[in-house]
């Protein structure tokens, strides 16, 4: 079998053929095959497989967070600033996109699980491993659009893409088949770890841990526990760590982590990303130098990161608000490797004078746009997924967008053993603290915890939110804990007074704290916002489908 990198981007799918091995792209797409010959040997099922990989989420990942409460972006347009908002409605387009991309990848995968076992010359274990990623991928869209609409149409065979789909199954014979379908996959693919022959591919671990996230997802905490163990128990994966608790976080997420480094075995998938094959903006457009950013942390994220004795801002004596750098100090270092503090390099300053030497160093929030540096809404800016050195370039930015990484197994087995009311500090030890190690935070200990009032299960969500923000979970965890609530509340900033150039604030609308207010109307209905409504296109189209989600 010929050693091919699998660089999932749909960017590959369009390229020229010359630019990179000949013949890689030297096809016709997936839909349009119909040469009856075509699936007759492994290099046909390898390119087939390879436009499957398009449907896994590149930077959308880091987007979709700005649909909880950690992020915001500047344009009132944004789709997933609105889906966060809550006022939208049945025949906004992008809902409509969501359901349309997913269904049409979920095709692709049913086409190539329909027809690979037609190359009967290819050896039976090859095929095993790519039916493994086909019905991965295709879980993994399932897990998306069930997330999303609830009740759904199973279509495990190919379609017609304007086939109509009949009536929903159930959102529990979903779940049911997502979860069988990853264990079945997960048999039959190999447990590597990611390598230079292989990356990008999916793994025994993917499957594993999909299915870790979608038991998560709906509260079946003994599949979630066991499944999240099964990738721990793989011994191929381990955080990423350099001995250095101050950067090692951040790097993860710059070119540093990139799995064709080879120094990262902490991230189990990722959409990859190389030199003018698969690159995205993600790093300029969080501190764009001459606009205002897209990517805006918000006061509740701020807020969540622990003081560095282990007690929330609201208890801890080391917390001090007087000045803006203050914010930071004695802050769980994750804090400082997520969102961006006074000295730290960043590209968002765009200065025409040559003699300023400390361009590239951070110093306080921007509040008015003059085309010179980066603005904030919020007054906050992330550092985390920025390579500092591709701000100043449009699309060059070739970080990878790890969609699955150890962490998050680690805490999904936590989370899963305190709602069976399992958890010891042996398991914490086990998960949170070995995050917590990483950066030299201090341990939580399920005893101080207690004596100090706070709430475990509050705790153990805290560290999921703080571990994983900027990577598409927030969202997902705010509804399956049910607190819409949060989404309803306004999107507040940082307080006015610690404005370095108090004449850029002074028009800004505040609470009565004096914090800034970036966003309010939002709202959340009960049960309705628990659900996106099925796109009113598609009921038009299918009738089938109807009722309509509760409330919509």
């Given at each position: 079998?010929?050693?091919?990198?699998?660089?999932?981007?749909?960017?590959?799918?369009?390229?020229?053929?010359?630019?990179?091995?000949?013949g890689?792209?030297d096809?016709?797409?997936?839909?349009?095959?119909s040469?009856?010959?075509?699936?007759?040997?492994?290099?046909?099922?390898?390119l087939?497989?390879?436009?499957l990989?398009?449907?896994?989420?590149?930077?959308?990942?880091v987007?979709m967070?700005?649909?909880?409460?950690?992020?915001?972006?500047s344009?009132?347009?944004?789709?997933y600033?609105?889906?966060?908002?809550?006022n939208?409605d049945?025949?906004?387009?992008s809902?409509?996109?969501?359901?349309?991309?997913?269904?049409?990848?979920?095709?692709?995968?049913?086409?190539?699980?329909a027809?690979?076992e037609?190359?009967?010359?290819?050896?039976?274990?090859?095929?095993?491993?790519?039916?493994?990623?086909?019905?991965?991928?295709?879980?993994?869209?399932y897990?998306?659009?069930?997330?999303?609409?609830?009740?759904?149409?199973?279509?495990?065979?190919?379609?017609?893409?304007?086939?109509?789909?009949?009536?929903?199954?159930?959102?529990?014979?979903?779940?049911?088949?997502?979860?069988?379908?990853?264990?079945?996959?997960?048999?039959?693919?190999?447990?590597?770890?990611?390598?230079k022959?292989?990356?990008?591919?999916?793994?025994?671990?993917?499957?594993?841990?999909?299915?870790?996230?979608?038991?998560?997802?709906?509260?079946?905490?003994?599949?979630?526990?066991?499944?999240?163990?099964?990738?721990?128990d793989?011994?191929?994966?381990?955080?990423?760590?350099?001995?250095?608790?101050?950067?090692?976080?951040?790097?993860?997420?710059?070119?540093?982590?990139?799995l064709?480094?080879?120094?990262n075995?902490?991230?189990?998938?990722?959409?990859i990303?190389?030199?003018d094959?698969s690159?995205?903006?993600?790093?300029r457009?969080?501190?764009?130098?001459?606009?205002?950013s897209r990517?805006n942390?918000?006061?509740?994220?701020?807020?969540?990161?622990?003081?560095?004795?282990?007690?929330?801002?609201?208890?801890?004596?080391l917390?001090k608000e007087?000045?803006?750098?203050?914010?930071?100090?004695?802050r769980?270092?994750?804090?400082?490797?997520?969102?961006?503090?006074?000295?730290?390099?960043?590209?968002?300053?765009?200065?025409?004078?040559?003699a300023?030497?400390?361009?590239?160093?951070?110093?306080?929030?921007?509040?008015?746009?003059?085309?010179?540096g980066?603005?904030?809404?919020?007054?906050?800016?992330?550092t985390?997924?920025?390579?500092?050195?591709?701000?100043?370039?449009?699309s060059?930015?070739?970080?990878?967008?790890?969609v699955?990484?150890?962490?998050?197994?680690?805490?999904?087995?936590?989370?899963?053993?305190l709602?069976?009311?399992?958890?010891?500090?042996?398991?914490?030890?086990?998960?949170?603290?070995?995050?917590r190690?990483?950066?030299?935070?201090?341990?939580?200990?399920?005893?101080?915890?207690?004596?100090?009032?706070?709430?475990l299960?509050?705790?153990?969500?805290?560290?999921?939110?703080?571990?994983?923000?900027?990577?598409?979970?927030?969202?997902?965890?705010i509804?399956?804990?049910?607190q819409?609530?949060?989404?309803?509340?306004?999107?507040?900033?940082?307080k006015?007074?610690?404005?370095?150039?108090?004449?850029?604030?002074?028009?800004?609308?505040?609470?009565?704290?004096?914090?800034?207010?970036?966003?309010?109307?939002?709202?959340?209905?009960?049960?309705?916002?628990?659900?996106?409504p099925?796109?009113?296109?598609?009921i038009?189209?299918?009738?089938?489908?109807?009722?309509?989600?509760?409330?919509?």
């Amino acid at each position: 079998m010929k050693k091919i990198l699998f660089y999932i981007s749909i960017s590959l799918l369009i390229i020229p053929a010359s630019s990179c091995r000949k013949g890689f792209l030297d096809r016709a797409p997936l839909d349009a095959i119909s040469d009856a010959n075509f699936w007759t040997t492994e290099e046909q099922l390898t390119l087939a497989l390879k436009a499957l990989y398009a449907n896994v989420k590149n930077n959308n990942t880091v987007a979709m967070d700005q649909m909880g409460d950690n992020s915001i972006n500047s344009s009132t347009s944004d789709a997933y600033r609105i889906f966060g908002s809550g006022n939208f409605d049945p025949d906004l387009s992008s809902v409509n996109a969501e359901w349309v991309s997913q269904y049409s990848g979920i095709r692709q995968c049913n086409v190539f699980l329909a027809n690979y076992e037609k190359a009967t010359t290819v050896p039976q274990a090859i095929k095993d491993q790519m039916a493994g990623e086909a019905r991965t991928i295709r879980a993994y869209m399932y897990m998306n659009l069930v997330s999303y609409f609830g009740d759904l149409p199973l279509v495990t065979t190919p379609l017609k893409i304007d086939e109509l789909y009949g009536p929903r199954n159930t959102k529990k014979e979903i779940i049911d088949f997502i979860l069988k379908e990853l264990e079945e996959a997960a048999a039959q693919m190999q447990k590597e770890p990611q390598t230079k022959t292989n990356l990008g591919r999916f793994s025994k671990g993917v499957a594993l841990g999909f299915k870790a996230r979608m038991a998560l997802y709906d509260s079946r905490w003994d599949v979630a526990e066991k499944a999240a163990k099964d990738v721990m128990d793989l011994g191929v994966y381990a955080l990423y760590s350099t001995g250095k608790p101050a950067v090692d976080y951040y790097n993860l997420f710059t070119y540093a982590g990139k799995l064709s480094a080879g120094a990262n075995k902490e991230t189990i998938a990722a959409r990859i990303n190389l030199t003018d094959v698969s690159m995205h903006n993600i790093s300029r457009e969080t501190q764009v130098p001459d606009q205002a950013s897209r990517y805006n942390p918000t006061k509740a994220l701020v807020d969540a990161y622990l003081c560095t004795d282990g007690l929330p801002i609201e208890q801890s004596p080391l917390y001090k608000e007087d000045t803006y750098a203050n914010l930071f100090v004695n802050r769980d270092p994750r804090m400082r490797q997520t969102i961006l503090a006074p000295g730290a390099a960043w590209g968002g300053k765009k200065d025409g004078n040559p003699a300023n030497t400390n361009a590239g160093i951070f110093t306080a929030p921007k509040f008015v746009s003059d085309k010179l540096g980066c603005v904030t809404i919020t007054g906050y800016y992330f550092t985390k997924y920025v390579e500092v050195s591709t701000v100043a370039a449009v699309s060059k930015d070739q970080n990878d967008i790890h969609v699955l990484r150890l962490a998050e197994i680690l805490l999904t087995y936590a989370e899963a053993k305190l709602e069976q009311n399992t958890l010891t500090q042996a398991d914490v030890d086990l998960t949170i603290n070995k995050l917590r190690d990483r950066v030299g935070m201090k341990k939580m200990d399920i005893a101080e915890l207690a004596a100090a009032g706070l709430d475990l299960r509050t705790e153990i969500r805290r560290e999921r939110r703080v571990e994983l923000a900027r990577e598409g979970q927030r969202w997902y965890d705010i509804i399956r804990w049910k607190q819409g609530s949060l989404l309803a509340a306004d999107v507040k900033g940082m307080k006015k007074s610690l404005a370095t150039v108090p004449s850029q604030v002074s028009n800004l609308a505040a609470d009565a704290n004096g914090y800034i207010i970036v966003m309010t109307g939002r709202q959340f209905v009960d049960p309705k916002h628990y659900l996106f409504p099925v796109p009113l296109t598609q009921i038009q189209r299918n009738p089938a489908l109807a009722p309509q989600n509760p409330g919509w």
